[in-house]
């Protein structure tokens, strides 16, 4: 018999990595908060690569973070290895990796949800959702305990109607040996919510001690680590080694002797898996002709002896799995714990959200995460932050928030989303940002945190600090500008050492640092006048310096972006009537309904011509 059991105004579904930056944004907000999930003890669970960041994810993380989101905390205060990738390239593209102890992750999250004032957490299964006649949300349990609230988010992973893969064998089933999310499956269709069937997959896992380390190549973590919180003040320590082996030409032969009896390759698997994430089976076919492919070994813990196998997913049967391991080198005594799987999920078509992350079609119901759509921890925490801000502040009758493409990966992750939509897992990039070279890593909290801080998610004292730092680094940049470094012996001596050309008269700083062959640390014994700075002030304004006209022009773009982004579309424009625009275009229009100018000239489909007729039109129909 249903009993009410609760009355909120948000109601969060699922505590993955979206789904806990959903609420604890939404509660630090102000509201009153209830988080779901199925089992307290996988909260936050990584149930694929113990690690956080990698390329552009490292971005978002750090994004996440400049907001006043958790991740990049959690990651720094259970990190057991870390390293800058891409460090030998420009700036755009130096991204943070950390190995997490993913039990402890997981427990760090349980624990900041716990702590959270006005948010509770409850272990239940919701099955179902309807709307209620005065227009709230009504959510029931598994155990028939109602809920009500006045905004709903929809986190539930690769939990809904999950479906597991292993050889022939498949059954219903979500991450990890947990159970999925059926029912409430159900509901989303009975609510007419367009779900499409996604799926992904996960390596196996292996026992430490079957590993022979002396076949391979080990893979230290940086000497200095740079944490992914700016409010991360402790010094960071690497204290376990990641390894780097390779398959064999036997892995090759037996995944090829058994590939028709591979769930993708059998037909078995309807679901679209990550382009960018592609199984074993997967690369050696469609890369035929390579030889060999890297596998990384990651550490899953400090207290456990499980390595996770970086580039073997698999969802082939279990006796495939065992033999083609060993034919890889350092594991031919391998004992595997856990064997590699596919999960088939169903998630929404985003094309269906507002960039608040909100459904056109059923107002104060949000979605976030793998759910809308993509795939990895980071996206899926970004996401969730964003629907957690917006779902506050629509319940609060507060303007709602949109993440732009030319401030953050988070726009550009989410206008991705909603604007073009997904046929496979969406996986974020730098090649997805056109402007990678202003939304760098090192930059996050000079483009975000006022914004956070005008949200409501950044204290006082951060914001302050902040202020600090963000001024000395206008100093800095004016100071290195003015500052003439004077031709010596011992400084010419010393550029000639580093490759340049000496100096004859006094030249700017500034100009010297746009030299590719110097750096500010070099400079710094001749720079008299220095300020007591930090060394990330000298390093930021050192890439603003060494990258100035680039980043100008990119600017220049911006401002053009910005322009179009100012032009609002009204709610109930109805295209059809709109003379001039094209067939194709009046449909896509229609469809995705997009809110400003900016976000219309990005649907594909939609030609700079129907733009141009767009703009007379809002101009005429201003008032
Ligand atoms: C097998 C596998 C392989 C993966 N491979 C990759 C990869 O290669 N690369 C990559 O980037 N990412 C990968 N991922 C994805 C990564 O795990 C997800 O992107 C990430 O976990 C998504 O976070 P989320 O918050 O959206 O969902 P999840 O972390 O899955 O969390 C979902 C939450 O919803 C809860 N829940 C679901 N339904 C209900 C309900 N009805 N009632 C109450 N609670 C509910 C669950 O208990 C859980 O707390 C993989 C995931 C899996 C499972």
């Not at 007419?192 to 080990?218: M, Q, V």
């Not at 080198?329 to 078509?349: F, N, Q, S, T």
């Not at 726009?411 to 989303?417: M, N, P, Q, V, Y």
Request: hydrophobic share 35%; net charge neutral; charged share 25%.
């Amino acid at each position: 018999m249903e009993f009410l059991a609760g009355d909120y105004q948000i109601a969060v579904i699922g505590a993955g990595h979206a789904g806990i930056e959903a609420s604890l944004a939404a509660a630090r907000l102000g509201c009153k908060t209830v988080v779901f999930t199925l089992n307290l003890d996988w909260i936050g669970n990584v149930a694929c690569n113990p690690s956080i960041g990698g390329t552009s994810k490292g971005h978002l993380v750090r994004e996440i973070d400049a907001l006043g989101g958790e991740m990049g905390k959690a990651a720094d205060s259970t990190l057991i290895q870390s390293r800058m990738l891409n460090s030998g390239k420009g700036p755009a593209v130096h991204s943070l990796r950390a190995q997490i102890d993913r039990r402890k992750y997981s427990e760090y999250m349980k624990h900041a949800l716990e702590k959270c004032e006005g948010l509770d957490l409850k272990q239940a299964e919701i099955v179902d959702l309807v709307r209620t006649d005065d227009g709230r949300w009504k959510l029931t349990t598994h155990l028939d305990a109602v809920y009500l609230a006045d905004a709903v988010i929809i986190s539930t992973g690769t939990f809904l109607n999950g479906k597991i893969y292993v050889g022939d064998k498949s059954f219903s089933g979500g991450p990890d040996g947990m159970f999925p999310a059926v029912r409430l499956g159900e509901a989303l269709k009975r609510l007419n919510i367009p779900l499409r069937r996604f799926k992904t997959g996960t390596p196996p896992r292996i026992n430490a001690l079957s590993i022979d380390y002396s076949e391979l190549e080990a893979q230290p973590g940086d000497e200095k680590i740079l944490p992914f919180s700016f409010e991360t003040k402790k010094k960071l320590k690497n204290k376990v080694e990641c390894y780097t082996t390779y398959t064999s030409d036997k892995t090759k032969q037996i995944i090829l002797e058994n590939i028709h009896r591979s769930p993708l390759y059998s037909g078995q698997i309807e679901g679209i898996g990550p382009r960018y994430c592609p199984s074993i089976e997967d690369k050696i076919v469609r890369f035929a002709d390579k030889e060999r492919h890297q596998v990384f070994l990651e550490p899953c813990g400090l207290n456990t002896e499980e390595v996770y196998l970086q580039g073997m997913s698999s969802s082939l049967p279990e006796d495939v799995q065992d033999k083609f391991v060993r034919t890889i080198k350092g594991l031919k005594d391998v004992r595997i714990m856990r064997p590699a799987y596919a999960i088939e999920y169903d998630c929404v078509d985003p094309l269906a959200l507002k960039p608040t992350l909100e459904l056109m079609t059923e107002p104060m119901l949000y979605g976030a995460g793998q759910f809308n759509g993509s795939s990895g921890y980071e996206e899926a925490a970004a996401q969730g932050l964003v629907a957690g801000i917006n779902a506050a502040r629509k319940v609060q009758g507060k303007s709602e928030v949109i993440f732009s493409r030319t401030e953050s990966y988070i726009g550009t992750l989410i206008d991705d989303l909603v604007t073009k939509g997904c046929q496979d897992p969406y996986r974020m990039m730098t090649s997805r940002s056109e402007y990678r070279l202003v939304l760098r890593q090192d930059n996050a909290d000079l483009r975000l945190t006022e914004k956070g801080y005008e949200i409501g998610l950044i204290s006082e004292k951060r914001y302050k600090a902040f202020l600090k730092k963000k001024a000395a680094i206008e100093n800095e940049y004016k100071r290195m500008s003015k500052v003439i470094i004077p031709p010596s012996r011992e400084f010419n001596d010393r550029l000639k050492e580093l490759g340049t050309a000496p100096i004859e008269t006094g030249v700017r700083l500034s100009e010297l640092l746009k030299r590719p062959q110097l750096t500010y640390a070099d400079l710094k014994p001749f720079d008299t006048t220095a300020p007591d700075y930090d060394d990330e002030i000298f390093e930021q304004v050192e890439i603003m310096l060494k990258y100035e006209g680039y980043i100008k022009r990119q600017n220049a773009q911006i401002q053009e972006i910005h322009r179009l982004e100012s032009k609002l579309i009204p709610d109930d424009i109805a295209y059809k009537e709109v003379t001039g625009i094209r067939t194709e275009a009046v449909e896509k229009l229609t469809k995705i309904r997009p809110v400003n100018v900016g976000q219309a000239s990005r649907i594909s489909g939609v030609s700079p011509a129907d733009i141009s007729v767009l703009l007379i039109y809002l101009a005429k129909h201003q008032n």
